[in-house]
């Protein structure tokens, strides 16, 4: 079903929820179309319409605050893989069997004068502003989509900068250069959000972060609160000023130690929400109430698994605590390859049974991933 956006806001920041949401959140692995294609699936469940999943036409805001510069260069491109130099000098490869996003081999700074020298494509320019696209996406707010905007990741940007290792380091041993990349981040995203929030309403703040893994975060309490908190807060308070109803981090990952810190820097809604990395929503339900919206949230591995265990898994998930609002629910990310038609159909089908919702309804034929 289409959500209109007034209806997915008052889901997702109102205890009184008129309908349930179940969402897919980013669709199949790679490899998974050609599995169920040999189950016999048709070509509407293969793009996925035919499960008739609920989704809200999301349009970003028209400016755009990423890092920015010329084209890739390709390296090598074979059936296996495809291997490209970005513009910040990297070496990225993606492994086209396998994944859908490639993964940089090195990275351009180790040190204050690295920066300063890739600093340039992180910079404001007036052209960073689409106006075309702003009045494209105030017509679609028009007609019901909900309006993203979105910044760059307070520990995703030094990541890609720098690796995981040397950013995490830096925050000791270079707090001078963090405080720049910040700062610069900082200074490019307000001068894009202010003037396009003042003519159009923005909905929805977005951020990238993916800075966790099962064991826990990459950062604690104290780098958010010295590096992330305001420049998180900057951003996030103008716009809640002017209507902005959602602050939405994507992190995959064990966040639990954090999110405290991260309700303070104005986070109001974190997903994917990995149950096999240690995130339980039922429990952060209980904790946090509707502070802290979630997306996401179910364990795509019981795909894998029998009925059975689909249906304890739903059961729990989707129990009267939950559906109180501030919750879409769906898997945790892609589904996973070896999840047999079968069992997705009757996830689909037992998920909108116990959420109260109708049968699916494939003339409707609508769907659109809801993760960034």
Partial sequence: MKFHRDQYLELMT?????????????????GLEDEWRAQGATEDEINLTA???DYVPIVDFGGHPLPRGPGPVTLEDTPEKLVQRDFLGRTLMLLKKTATHALPMNFPVRNMDDWRRVKPFYEFAPDRINWDEVAAAQKAREQGALIRAYMPGAFDMPRDLMGEEIACLAYYEQPELVADIMATLLDTTRRVLEPISRVLKIDQLSVHEDFAGKSGPLVGPRQIEEHFRPYYRALWEPLAERGARIFQMDTDGNVNAVIPALLDCGITCIYPMEPAAGMDMVELRRQYGNRLMMLGG????????????????????????MRTGGVAFGIDHQIPNGTSLENYRYYVDLGREILGLPPRDSSRRGWERMGM
Wanted: glycine share 2%.
């Fill in 14 to 30: 109102s205890a009184a929820a008129p309908r349930q949401m179940f969402i897919e959140l980013f669709g199949p692995l790679v």
């Fill in 51 to 53: 499960f008739d999943w």
């Fill in 298 to 321: 179910i364990d795509k591995f019981c795909l894998l698994q029998d009925k059975a265990a689909i249906r304890r898994e739903l059961e729990y998930k989707l129990q009267p605590l």
